[in-house]
């Protein structure tokens, strides 16, 4: 497999089912967006992800803040208590 086997194979993938934007870093958007509402620690996700930078669970989560900040906003209901 040549260096950069494991890109093409993950696009040819994605374009045989139809997912457009195939990549590894797609998995980690992913991972690290659906690690905060299953009740992740920001710090636990660093070291299962290999990250030792704080800077790297803000990148690969931002690309869905807005929908995390939103569901907890609807959980917490604070403004239902006013």
């Keep these: 497999m040549a260096a950069n086997g ?3 194979m993950l ?12 990549h590894a870093h ?6 690290a ?3 905060k509402p299953a009740g992740g620690d920001t710090g636990d996700l660093m070291l299962v992800l290999g990250w030792s ?9 931002a690309s869905a803040a807005a929908e995390r ?14």
């Design 33 to 35: 967006h659906e690690w």
């Design 53 to 61: 930078s704080d800077d790297m669970p803000r990148r690969y989560g």
């Design 11 to 22: 696009w040819r993938c994605g374009e045989l089912t139809g997912v457009a934007n195939v």
């Design 69 to 82: 900040a939103q569901l907890t906003h609807a959980r917490l209901r604070i403004g239902d208590r006013v």
């Design 26 to 31: 797609r998995w980690r958007h992913n991972f």
């Design 6 to 8: 494991v890109k093409i």
